[in-house]
């Protein structure tokens, strides 16, 4: 069984159709690359998984449980999590806050608990602010970890973010374009830090157009054009497709 399954997933906007008849699987601990020109479908796909959009057809399989169309908090419990091209952190709050509000999808106590501020509600406090520091120190963000997130260099509020995501103990992870924006340097950095989510029971499925990062950090790779899925497999294989070069050069390539 597959973690994460797609079977003929379809999205139609009126006459367009962004994502079409799309098969794709990812298993346990692996890092998956989703590439692919601008407009192939990528994103839409990811708000399908995470239910933001509603399959107009196909299905959805998360370890074998039918997830197609159900709402996103409910993805979130099951164990998918995401982050997005834009950066949507809480800016006046601090890193350590922000994870924080990550974790209290995996809280117990109610809103009787958080007025009185009984036993329950100071326990699960303790442990929720002990795992956020576990998870800042696993992004290399503990030290910085009562700033301001605004205060924050790009490259680290991208990995605050991601930070965020993993604050729901998810088993799969989304990755919509981590290194937009980045520099070289902090590209490299990003690319050895997804390498490490695999140490953490990960599996991770990413949107990029850093090729450099994608071919290193890949298992396999699935291609879309035009909201059709035109290749799938290793780095190396996908390298030589011809294909895939004429999605992305043109067929003079």
């Not at 205060?151 to 989304?174: C, D, F, H, T, V």
Request: hydrophobic share 40%; proline share 2%.
């Amino acid at each position: 069984m597959h973690k994460l399954q797609i079977q003929g997933l379809t999205k139609r906007f009126g006459g367009l159709t962004a994502v079409n008849n799309i098969d794709l699987h990812m298993d346990d601990n692996e890092i998956i690359g989703l590439i692919g020109p601008n407009g192939a479908g990528k994103t839409t796909l990811f708000n399908m998984i995470t239910g933001m959009y509603i399959p107009t057809s196909g299905k959805l399989f998360y370890q074998g449980q039918d997830i197609t169309g159900i709402k996103p908090y409910k993805i979130t419990d099951i164990g998918i999590a995401r982050t997005f091209q834009n950066i949507r952190l809480f800016l006046m709050m601090t890193v350590l806050e922000n994870v924080l509000i990550g974790l209290h999808t995996r809280t117990n106590t109610n809103l009787f608990d958080a007025i009185t501020k009984n036993k329950r509600y100071r326990n699960e406090e303790k442990t929720s602010h002990k795992r956020a520091i576990e998870i800042l120190e696993m992004v290399g963000l503990k030290e910085r970890k009562d700033e301001y997130s605004k205060n924050l260099s790009y490259g680290e509020q991208r990995k605050l973010e991601i930070a965020r995501a993993m604050a729901s103990n998810p088993g799969i992870l989304l990755l919509d374009e981590p290194a937009a924006g980045m520099n070289d340097n902090e590209t490299a950095e990003l690319t050895r830090f997804i390498k490490t989510l695999k140490n953490f029971g990960l599996t991770v499925l990413l949107i990029e157009h850093d090729m450099r990062l994608v071919m290193n950090i890949c298992e396999r790779i699935y291609v879309f054009d035009h909201g059709s899925k035109i290749a799938e497999g290793s780095p190396k294989e996908i390298q030589k497709n011809q294909q895939v070069i004429e999605a992305y050069l043109g067929k003079g390539a």
